[in-house]
């Protein structure tokens, strides 16, 4: 994958209707997009698939909408006031400002494609007898690589302990890391820069009126936890899923919808006995995979990183990585959070929040795993992986995005072969079947082969024509987006295969 399928994918999206810049007629605004037409349904129908899976299937799971703004103390307690930041440094030539972590770990990421090429080499020289491991524990040059990476990362980590910027600012500098766009080694010191937007409530002005933008979804859970668990009379281990906007005002903001400042989490918090933590982390972690795996989107396209470098309020930690256009990056965490949350609300709020097993009679502050995905960035991962360009037998070309079935936008589109001898009335009828349950779309316009390609653009997994046949034998012929086969099928038949095809069962089924 690379840059130029990002773009294929930018601009595929924009000419379907499935992203567009915001505002654009103002020339935009950086990092953030609007979902177009096909664009909400596709993201409708994720959420539906994360619900479905997370609420619907596990009954000792409930969702939750709580409020974007909340009270300013929940802020202090979760420790974002103090803690929510990014070491920044601004390049005093090119006057860019750049995230300092990422730009070290942008230079170990150069080391490691070298390890990397050397591994691949050694590999094809190899061939079947060839034993990574054992490669890169003995390979000088590998082993020299990896000891400069594990340098790095640990005078990174013992800066940041410290809260010693200028030792931040010295490693960038004995690195020789340049400015990415300029090669300018000119910096500025590096600061800290809180990631919450700020704004006031009603007509207080001043720091008492100051309220953030929630920069995560969990808190609303996290302060809700007596309130759900007391009305639903919640047993642990229980879970609270919600799904909503989360705002943060990232130093930089880019690589499309990957990284906005506006975006949106589908999180779920897993309340746990302490002590049972490692196994419902074990199982949260192979729930989510599977999850993912299966859409079907691919092969090799999903792996686990482990987190070292663990938050201070999290026992483990590990993200699924997706393989994006620009490589592998987080698209979902796993996180076993303690009981860091609660207890902290407990202390800012002097409120209990205790949970009482009746069967130990015990009390106690339950431990938390959770798992939270970006939203935007399934829909990006959906959509790079589904976007393909194939050469078919007759040598001509398409465009298909192989979006899984169940969360395309578009299920069916109804088409009337011509446009004249009843043929649009009866696809009308035909129609009128499927629109309650399913979003489909009527087409007339252009050859039948022209209309194919449009709905094969959009990832329509079915096109059903209506021909004059239709009118004496009630059978309508279905075409598969992928296999591009057809099949007569007859009219009183066709909700129950458009459901076959289409329902989020099937990808339950797969699982
Ligand atoms: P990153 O390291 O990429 O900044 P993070 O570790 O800060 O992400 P979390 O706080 O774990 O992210 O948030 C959970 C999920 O929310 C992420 O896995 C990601 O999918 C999504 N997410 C976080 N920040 C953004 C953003 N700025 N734009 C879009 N999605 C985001």
Request: proline share 3%.
């Amino acid at each position: 994958m690379s840059d130029d399928l990002l773009k294929k994918v930018i601009s595929h999206a924009k000419e379907y209707g499935f992203v567009f810049p915001s505002s654009e007629i103002y020339d935009g605004l950086s990092a953030a997009y609007d979902y177009g037409q096909l664009g909400a349904e596709l993201k409708n129908n994720i959420k539906h698939y994360w619900w479905t899976a997370m609420v619907r299937m596990h009954d000792n799971i409930v969702g939750l909408d709580a409020s974007i703004f909340m009270h300013p103390t929940t802020w202090k307690a979760s420790g974002h006031v103090d803690a929510f930041n990014d070491p920044l440094i601004d390049n005093k030539d090119s006057k860019k400002r750049y995230r300092a972590d990422v730009l070290i770990e942008d230079h170990i990421g150069k080391i490691e494609a070298k390890i990397q090429k050397d591994v691949a080499k050694a590999a094809q020289r190899f061939g079947d007898a060839f034993d990574e491991a054992e490669f890169r524990s003995t390979n000088g040059r590998v082993l020299e690589r990896q000891k400069q990476i594990d340098d790095i990362n640990s005078q990174f980590k013992a800066a940041m302990g410290a809260e010693d910027l200028s030792a931040v600012k010295q490693l960038i500098e004995e690195l020789g890391i340049a400015d990415p766009d300029t090669g300018s080694r000119n910096w500025t010191d590096v600061r800290q820069f809180n990631l919450m937007f700020k704004t006031e409530l009603g007509a207080v002005s001043g720091e008492s009126g100051v309220i953030y933008l929630r920069p995560e979804t969990a808190q609303g859970i996290f302060v809700n936890f007596l309130n759900v668990q007391k009305s639903g009379r919640m047993k642990i281990p229980f879970g609270i899923a919600q799904i909503g906007k989360a705002f943060r005002n990232e130093i930089i903001a880019r690589q499309f919808i990957f990284r906005m400042r506006e975006f949106e989490q589908m999180e779920m918090q897993f309340f746990v006995k302490p002590g049972t933590q490692n196994e419902w982390y074990a199982y949260w972690k192979e729930a989510r995979l599977q999850w993912h795996k299966s859409l079907g989107l691919g092969d090799n396209l999903h792996r686990f990183h482990d987190h070292i470098k663990l938050a201070h309020y999290a026992d483990a930690a590990c993200d699924i990585e997706f393989n994006f256009p620009m490589g592998f990056k987080e698209l979902e965490g796993i996180h076993s959070r303690t009981d860091f949350d609660l207890k902290q609300h407990e202390a800012h709020s002097n409120k209990k929040l205790r949970y009482f097993d009746p069967e130990s009679q015990e009390s106690y502050v339950p431990y938390v795993v959770e798992t939270s995905i970006g939203l935007d960035r399934m829909f990006l991962a959906t959509l790079s992986a589904a976007l393909q360009e194939e050469t078919l037998e007759d040598g001509s070309t398409r465009t298909v995005l192989r979006i899984p079935a169940p969360l395309s936008p578009v299920k069916a589109a109804i088409l009337p072969l011509i446009k004249k001898d009843g043929l649009p009335e009866k696809a009308r009828e035909v129609m009128a079947l499927l629109q309650m349950d399913h979003n489909v779309q009527y087409d007339e316009k252009d050859a039948i082969g022209r209309r194919y390609r449009r709905q094969d653009a959009i990832g329509t997994p079915l096109c059903i024509t209506v021909d004059h046949d239709t009118l004496t034998d009630h059978a309508v012929t279905i075409r598969d987006r992928d296999t591009m086969a057809q099949e007569r099928v007859a009219i009183d038949q066709l909700a129950a295969v458009v459901a076959g095809k289409v329902s989020l069962a099937q990808l339950f089924k797969a699982s």
